[in-house]
């Protein structure tokens, strides 16, 4: 074998030796280690918000089936106090904050008139206006805010205007809307049973402690008519009578505030279902039920999604996850 052959060889083995090691070199495995712990930590927090997303729902649920009163309770104060510290105190977004004093003020005034014994025969009506006008203003400041924004989305508004001071307008809206109209949702409906009870023809857990005559409305104790009443001085409010399935006769205004603003779908007096379809006599009532739903949903992100969120960044904390 020549020389320059042996040198051929002599090098390709040293090459082969050098190269070796970039094949088998321990050091390589672990590189990709760190990736595997951000994604196993990754999945055990997806997995734990899940599992507290999911395990609430259960737990408001079966909190609201059992002991609704305190459940009532509870969500009104948070939908109350909640939003004023976020966006009022600690995002110094003085015009909401300006709003929810005045509202609040106003809110406070209803319900001591509802609370009052002996309760005045025009203050469910003045409670349920009141209210009445409250869901009215929010429905239309929500539909305006929603419609803007319907406008941007859809490129319709950058056909003449190009900036976003309009989108801007339309989401604060939208917000008022949704938060003041569950608000006054929740607040209506604990004057209503307040209001009821004072009266004594309502007992949300057993029998009436009053036994109604006939013709009397059951919710503001006014007569309804004189065919039944013997005492000429007694106060009477023939205007607009209804009378439901069950026989029981009441004021419209009334009863319509009991059903559609009190969320009530019994009669005060028997509690026998009542049909809301009844009350429907415009075609843009439906609209206003889906509004109402969507209340639901704005009470539950407003108030427990918070709550679920700071006990899921808890348990990050606790395991330590990142």
């Known amino acids: 074998m020549s020389e320059e052959t042996t040198n051929i060889l002599n090098i390709t083995s040293s090459a082969e030796n050098q190269t070796e090691p970039q094949y088998n070199n321990p050091t390589e495995e672990p590189i990709s280690s760190p990736n595997n712990d951000f994604e196993k930590q990754h999945g055990t927090m997806a997995l734990i918000l899940l599992a507290a997303l999911f395990g609430f729902q259960f737990l408001i649920l079966y909190w609201k089936s059992k002991h609704y009163r305190s459940f009532q309770a509870v969500t009104l104060v948070g939908l109350w106090l909640i939003p004023m510290y976020f966006f009022g105190l600690q995002a110094h977004f003085w015009r909401f904050l300006s709003i929810w004093v005045l509202y609040s003020i106003a809110n406070s005034w209803v319900l001591y008139l509802a609370s009052r014994k002996p309760l005045d025969h025009q203050t469910p009506r003045l409670v349920y206006k009141w209210f009445s006008v409250v869901y009215k203003v929010s429905y239309a400041i929500g539909i305006t805010g929603y419609t803007i924004i319907m406008l941007y989305f859809f490129g319709f508004v950058q056909l003449f205007y190009s900036g976003t001071d309009g989108f801007e307008l339309g989401a604060i809206l939208l917000s008022y809307g949704l938060y003041f109209g569950v608000l006054g949702r929740d607040f209506v409906e604990i004057c209503t049973d307040r209001m009821a009870s004072t009266l004594g023809y309502y007992n949300k857990d057993g029998f009436p402690r009053r036994h109604l005559r006939a013709d009397i409305c059951a919710i503001c104790g006014v007569a309804a008519s004189r065919s039944n009443t013997t005492n000429d001085n007694e106060k009477v409010d023939q205007n607009h009578v209804f009378q439901l399935a069950c026989k029981h006769v009441f004021h419209d205004e009334c009863i319509r505030g009991w059903c559609l603003i009190g969320k009530k779908d019994i ?48 348990a990050y904390t606790l395991f330590g996850l990142e």
């Open 267 to 314: 009669c005060p007096y028997c509690k026998e279902k009542v049909d809301l379809k009844e009350f429907k006599t415009n075609p843009w009532d439906t609209q206003q039920q889906l509004y109402l739903s969507l209340l639901d949903g704005v009470r539950y992100l407003v108030v427990w999604q918070p709550v679920i969120f700071a006990v899921v960044q808890l």
